[in-house]
């Protein structure tokens, strides 16, 4: 019998958990470790989010810890260079912290403004944002201004909590489920499982997107909808159902603004607004008492529908009325409609109808005693089997932040919002609507802000702008530009530092943000701005500070670089307080812990964060005595308390670890996640999973928990007070705050309103649309996310170029064919590339993959790399600035009106056959110069942390091996 040879020694190696961090799911993974090395990474099983499933992102963070584009050691840019050029020379980690804390010092001594600090995808905001505040700028934001703010804002301000990270379908019991504007790469692991799960069970999966590519393709229904209408759709669909009479009455009455009386003085002040008594409660109209009552009374027969005289004879109407009158209007038939979305009008009609028949005749019971906040018990949850789903297609539009109320008042009509079957929180969410913080306004030396940077305003009264209506933030957030601007407007803050508008800024800190490439709009002159000079031939952004683990193309720009570890070398929280792993039915949290140690001169933001807090004398990072207070990051991840009992982490509290959610800071808490395989759960009982905005149990939980600030019920707010307001400042007709420039006046009034509305993205108003006759959108492929993996030696085996996709048969009617190379123009720039055919994409849109586009020598890829020669961005064409037509509207940002999400994908362009012999991407930029001690990129990429074993075996061996053994 041949002999084996030697395999692995499995018992030199060790396996540790931790949490991926190759996209924004946060997927369990279990790591096999041997000399410093990964040997394989798996699915954790036990995990609450992917429940032993990993994807090819998570299985190649191998080579992400192998890349070359890594940073080794910290770096500034050399005296003499010109920015840009990547000239640097390595530094010790105390010269470069004792240089920023200098500088930083003398910021925060005289004018705080002068520092801005955004970052990107980070996960870590609530840390992030917390330092911001303690050195008392207000310029600060993290990367959802351009990513989903209009998500987050549009179902914060209805329903208290919204899509992906703050909600999700009901998986196990919907019978009917929607996806909107949903890339194959969102939520990859939980939604893949989800669509499986319903689909195993015979639920119909509908899904609305222009692309039918990922998620799409396995859809029972596909709607190939025109980008930037999904709002009219929606509310085609309220139509129908409102026609039909097909709505919940008992779920409006009990747990909506439905019946809630609005002033009705058209022209005046006030109108609009809700009826409130002198103690601010809103009123409804007691059918038995024929009067007006506190419509928090839960005893109350309220009215949903009528017009109605207050006592003080004003004329007021229920939501409900004004709602119906609204979307009953023929405006919103399905046949009026159809040609604007592109959507057949019998289509909008029977899936409204489908929905409906599933919400009111598939009706689930799911029999389980409860009590609601007003102190009734109930005997069973009564659930709406309908649910659906939402992302970046729907937000990334100016129109989006009214598009997704859009989509919110369907659910809300049907009664599917935290039902069984429905549309589900997850804690800390919902919250009270909108949550109770407010942005920060004032500034002064040397003191944190009285608030956090980034806030909820209810009211112009809110905004952060100064005496003049001029705006304070860098950015222009909370400005007449965007008055709820949840997330900031990061795209914005490079070109409004190089103009000096508001204000010229000292120093601009970025985390994780590419903003020179694929995290921009208005690409190539966005690094001219990098550069630009004043007349003193100093540069307008006088000193960029960049911290990022690779040398992504914002790299070169910086004159410091502080370089970040890998997720598998670092400790990492992802908290309560921030962005959890929460599901529906468990509130949860995750640390990562170092699996490697790092082999480079690198540190953690996060414990430079901490240090340089300490450093600058921070209160909440040192002692009265001025004495830092915290040794590390750990440390204070485990001491610091946002209140009495709440810290970073909920798992393992108490000094025994002996608590959940809430307890004194226990010094072992590290310990604890890391023996449980770095994740906590908590969670509900049964009374507790459903109708949480009214669930007695469940709010008095939160309550404890520090999600939410008291036990009263969060009505779901069909009609927005909060936009009202806004609106009536436009029109002059508000008691407070109101612009002065006509174009803060338009966009008040034409964009605010207190029921969904829809409006043509702003950018496609401006231009001629049959100059420009293509929709041109992005998305990420599954396999692939942001910039990061492109540089992934495993991944880049997948994708390594990116085509323009266009539908087949509008291409050939154009002469074009397969593989060709064409010019894509928009009214900003040009670009060419190459396109490639399918039937799965609407006649009137393109699309591509975004950020496969590299610049030549960016990432660790050699200078000839497909991802510069072939790849190209969008990028190019699109401008962070709407088009100039002579009107004075020459510097309105390119974004939502209403919260500031940057419009990528208003988005038109056309299409024309290039020239013969013209091929090849461009444009194409100089290649980026190797940094200091950068290895060169490999011809071939192998990893393996041991030598190939080679199995020879005779047949007669392999036939009867373990014969005859027990």
Same mark, same amino acid.
């Given at each position: ?18 949490? #991926?961090?190759? #996209?924004?799911?946060? #997927? ?14 798996? *699915? ?50 105390? /010269? ?20 801005? @600090? ?19 700028? !207000? ?37 009917? @489920? ?120 839960? /005893?109350?027969?309220?009215?949903? @529908? ?59 019971? !799911? ?32 129109? *989006? ?65 100064? $005496? ?68 003193? $031939? ?101 001491? @610091? ?5 709440? *810290?970073?982490?909920? *798992? ?41 905005? #009214? ?74 649309? /049959? ?26 085996? !997948? ?168």
């Amino acid at each position: 019998m041949t002999a084996l040879p030697a395999f692995e020694d499995h018992d030199r190696q060790q396996s540790k958990y931790t949490t #991926c961090y190759m #996209c924004a799911c946060r #997927c369990g993974i279990k790591v096999t470790v041997e000399n410093n090395q990964v040997r394989f990474i798996q *699915g954790n099983r036990n995990h609450p989010v992917n429940k032993g499933v990993l994807c090819a992102k998570g299985n190649a963070g191998i080579m992400k810890q192998q890349s070359p584009a890594r940073l080794r050691y910290p770096m500034r840019r050399k005296p003499g260079s010109e920015r840009g050029s990547g000239d640097f020379e390595p530094i010790s980690w105390d /010269e470069a912290l004792d240089q920023l804390t200098e500088r930083l010092a003398r910021i925060r001594a005289t004018d705080p403004k002068k520092l801005a @600090f955004f970052t990107g995808r980070d996960q870590m905001q609530a840390l992030t944002g917390l330092w911001a505040a303690q050195f008392g700028t !207000i310029n600060w934001a993290a990367h959802g201004g351009f990513c989903s703010v209009n998500m987050a804002a549009a179902g914060l301000y209805t329903m208290g909590h919204a899509f992906w990270e703050f909600g999700d379908p009901d998986w196990e019991r919907t019978k009917y @489920f929607m996806l909107w504007g949903v890339a194959e790469d969102h939520a990859s692991n939980p939604i893949k499982a989800g669509i499986d799960t319903l689909k195993r069970r015979g639920a119909k999966f509908v899904s609305i997107n222009p692309v039918r590519t990922g998620y799409q393709a396995v859809a029972d229904e596909w709607v190939p909808i025109r980008p930037g209408t999904d709002g009219l759709l929606a509310l085609s669909m309220v139509h129908v159902l409102l026609r039909h009479d097909r709505f919940d009455w008992d779920y409006l009455v009990r747990y909506t603004n439905a019946p809630w009386l609005v002033v009705d003085t058209p022209g005046q002040k006030g109108h609009g607004l809700i009826l409130r008594d002198r103690d601010g409660n809103p009123l409804a109209w007691d059918l038995e008492l024929g009067d007006v009552v506190d419509a928090s009374l839960p /005893e109350i027969q309220p009215a949903l @529908f009528g017009d109605y005289t207050a006592p003080d004879g004003r004329p007021v109407r229920t939501v409900m009325s004004l709602l119906a009158e609204r979307y009953l209007d023929d405006a919103y038939a399905p046949e009026n409609i159809a040609p604007r979305c592109g959507v057949p009008a019998e289509q909008i009609e029977r899936l409204a109808l489908e929905m409906a028949h599933v919400a009111f005749k598939e009706t689930i019971e !799911i029999e389980c005693e409860w009590t609601d906040a007003y102190g009734r018990t109930h005997d069973r949850f009564v659930g709406r089997p309908v649910s659906m789903h939402a992302m970046r297609g729907i937000s990334a539009h100016s129109n *989006g932040f009214q598009t997704c109320r859009a989509i919110h008042l369907l659910q809300i009509l049907l009664g599917t919002i935290d039902v069984p079957g429905g549309h589900l929180s997850k804690p800390p969410y919902p919250r009270h609507i909108p949550p109770g913080i407010k942005p920060a306004r004032d500034m002064a030396p040397n003191t944190p802000l009285k608030s956090p940077p980034l806030g909820f305003p209810t009211g112009p009264e809110d905004l952060v702008i100064d $005496g003049e209506g001029r705006p304070l933030r860098l950015d222009k957030a909370y400005s007449w530009d965007a008055p709820m601007a949840n997330h900031g407007l990061m795209h914005m803050v490079i070109t409004n530092a190089v103009k000096g508008d508001p204000y010229p800024i000292d120093t601009l800190m970025l985390y994780m943000a590419n903003m020179s490439w694929n995290s921009t709009m208005n690409t190539a002159q966005v690094m001219d701005m990098l550069r630009e000079k004043g007349a003193d $031939g100093e540069y307008k952004i006088p000193f960029l500070v960049v911290s990022d683990a690779f040398h992504s193309e914002i790299v070169n720009f910086a004159d410091l670089v502080l370089p970040d570890t890998t997720y598998l070398e670092r400790h990492d929280t992802i908290s309560m307080l921030d962005r959890p792993i929460s599901e529906p039915h468990a509130a949860a949290d995750a640390i990562r812990q170092p699996i490697l140690e790092p082999d480079r001169d690198v540190r953690p933001w996060q414990e430079v964060l901490v240090e340089l807090g300490g450093r600058l004398g921070f209160p909440a990072f040192t002692t009265r005595d001025g004495i830092r207070r915290y040794t590390s990051y750990q440390d204070f991840i485990v001491n @610091f308390q946002r209140e009495p009992g709440i *810290g970073f982490l909920a *798992g393992w509290r108490g000094a025994q670890g002996q608590n959940s959610l809430r307890g004194d800071p226990n010094p072992n808490q590290w310990q604890e996640y890391v023996d449980h395989q770095c994740f906590f759960v908590h969670h509900l009982e049964d009374s507790q999973k459903y109708y949480r905005f #009214c669930n007695r149990d469940y709010l008095e939980l939160a309550r404890h928990a520090g999600w939410v600030g008291s036990v009263e019920p969060i009505i779901l707010e069909l009609y927005s007070e909060t936009q009202q307001r806004f609106k009536l400042a436009g029109q002059g007709l508000y008691d407070g705050p109101m612009p002065k420039r006509p174009e803060h006046k338009a966009r008040l009034v034409n964009h605010f309103d207190p029921l969904p509305i829809w409006y043509p993205p702003l950018e496609q108003g401006r231009i001629d649309l /049959e100059a420009y006759p293509f929709h041109a959108i992005t998305q990420r492929p599954m396999f692939m996310y942001h910039s990061w993996d492109s540089q992934n030696a495993w991944l880049r085996q !997948i994708c390594a170029q990116n085509f323009l996709y266009m539908n087949r048969g509008r291409a050939e009617s154009m002469g074009i064919a397969d593989h060709a190379w064409v010019w894509v123009a928009s009214h900003h720039g040009r670009i060419r590339v190459q396109v490639k055919l399918m039937e799965g994409v609407a006649p009137d849109t393109v699309w591509t993959w975004n950020a496969l586009g590299k610049q030549s020598g960016a990432w660790g890829l050699s200078q000839d790399a497909d991802e510069s020669r072939k790849g190209f961005l969008l990028n190019h064409l699109i401008s962070e600035l709407l088009p100039q037509r002579g009107d004075g509207l020459d510097n309105v940002t390119n974004s939502d009106p209403i919260t500031g999400q940057a419009a990528w994908y208003d988005l038109r362009v056309s299409i024309t056959p290039a020239k013969p012999g013209e091929v090849g991407a461009w444009p194409r930029f100089e290649s980026i110069r190797p940094l200091p001690g950068m290895p060169d990129s490999p011809d071939q990429v192998r990893y393996r942390t041991h030598r190939r074993v080679n199995l020879r075996r005779s047949l007669w061996d392999v036939l009867t091996r373990g014969k005859g053994r027990s």
